[in-house]
């Protein structure tokens, strides 16, 4: 099915490639250098910026601004990017940016919700299922793993990372990096046990979540610091999937984990 173009709507006639069965709404404006994907729906008043590459069957909602340029004083128009993966919804409003030099491409994985009025900054790595709830404000370089959910009105300090499958509680800050599996909340962003809800969702079985849960107990709820308790942890417990993703977590975290 050819694409619905509202006569309104502006389309860059350099390099845009749409996809079959794509409604564009009125006053929508897509630049130069952006492919839309099958099946997609950008609703009125959308700006979809120069080089972003869109996925099957997303929506962006009325207001959401796509690829533009990033809110970094260094950025000298490089020719940087913004990809969307397939099934991403953008609702009203949001704001997500093209990439710098630092990594050349702002990345949103499949199966994405970012709600109202959220903003994705430049260089940010968003995985596959994650849930970004209203008014979330991400700075640079952020790093959120698969199935993150992150609740409203969060403000995420740049180059943080988020652990897969982690859930953060609504109107917290987060400065450290969040470990995998875990619930976050308070002033400061502490531990607050394990995202036991959503693992079981996701078909982890009790046996891999009581693994997970004795490693965060040694990281969090004895009197080890956390090198001492990764020591203990490679010393005493079976390095499980889950386990080895906790420990590369922690080795490769820039900003340190939050505090229990």
Same mark, same amino acid.
């Given at each position: 099915?050819?694409?619905? !173009?509202?006569? $309104?709507?502006?389309?860059?006639?350099?390099?845009?490639?749409? &996809?079959?069965?794509?409604?564009?709404?009125?006053?929508?404006?897509?630049?130069?250098?952006? $492919?839309? &994907?099958? &099946?997609?729906? !950008?609703?009125?008043?959308? +700006?979809?910026?120069?080089?972003?590459?869109?996925?099957?069957? /997303? *929506?962006?909602?009325?207001?959401?601004?796509?690829?533009? #340029?990033?809110?970094? +004083?260094?950025?000298?128009?490089?020719?940087?990017?913004?990809? +969307?993966?397939?099934?991403? $919804?953008?609702?009203? @409003? /949001?704001?997500?940016?093209?990439?710098?030099?630092?990594?050349?491409?702002?990345?949103?994985?499949?199966?994405?919700?970012?709600?109202?009025?959220?903003?994705?900054?430049?260089? /940010?790595?968003? &995985?596959?299922?994650? !849930?970004?709830?209203?008014? /979330?404000?991400?700075?640079?370089?952020?790093?959120?793993?698969?199935?993150?959910?992150?609740?409203?009105?969060?403000?995420?300090?740049?180059?943080?990372?988020?652990?897969?499958?982690?859930?953060?509680?609504?109107?917290?800050?987060?400065?450290?990096?969040?470990?995998?599996?875990?619930?976050?909340?308070?002033?400061?962003?502490? @531990?607050?046990?394990?995202?036991?809800?959503?693992?079981? *969702?996701?078909?982890?079985?009790?046996?891999?979540?009581?693994?997970?849960?004795?490693?965060?107990?040694? #990281?969090?709820?004895?009197?080890?610091?956390?090198?001492?308790?990764?020591?203990?942890?490679?010393?005493?417990?079976?390095?499980?999937?889950?386990?080895?993703?906790?420990?590369?977590? !922690?080795?490769?975290?820039?900003?340190?984990?939050? *505090?229990?």
């Amino acid at each position: 099915m050819t694409p619905r !173009i509202h006569p $309104t709507a502006l389309i860059s006639p350099d390099n845009v490639k749409i &996809g079959k069965n794509v409604s564009i709404g009125p006053y929508a404006i897509v630049e130069e250098n952006v $492919t839309i &994907g099958d &099946g997609c729906i !950008i609703k009125a008043h959308s +700006l979809i910026g120069a080089r972003t590459t869109i996925g099957n069957n /997303c *929506r962006l909602f009325n207001g959401a601004v796509v690829g533009e #340029i990033p809110q970094d +004083l260094k950025y000298a128009h490089e020719e940087t990017e913004t990809i +969307l993966g397939d099934n991403v $919804t953008i609702r009203e @409003y /949001c704001t997500i940016h093209r990439g710098t030099t630092d990594r050349w491409k702002t990345t949103i994985g499949d199966n994405v919700l970012i709600m109202a009025y959220s903003h994705i900054g430049h260089d /940010c790595i968003i &995985g596959d299922n994650v !849930i970004v709830a209203n008014s /979330c404000n991400m700075g640079g370089h952020v790093e959120v793993g698969d199935f993150v959910i992150i609740g409203g009105a969060v403000p995420i300090h740049q180059f943080v990372k988020i652990g897969k499958h982690a859930f953060i509680a609504g109107g917290f800050r987060i400065t450290k990096d969040v470990p995998p599996f875990i619930r976050a909340s308070n002033i400061p962003l502490t @531990y607050n046990g394990l995202n036991s809800v959503g693992l079981h *969702r996701r078909g982890f079985p009790s046996e891999s979540i009581n693994n997970i849960k004795h490693a965060y107990t040694r #990281i969090y709820r004895s009197h080890m610091n956390v090198s001492q308790a990764v020591k203990d942890i490679n010393s005493n417990l079976d390095i499980t999937p889950e386990i080895q993703e906790i420990l590369d977590f !922690i080795k490769e975290s820039t900003r340190g984990i939050i *505090r229990g």
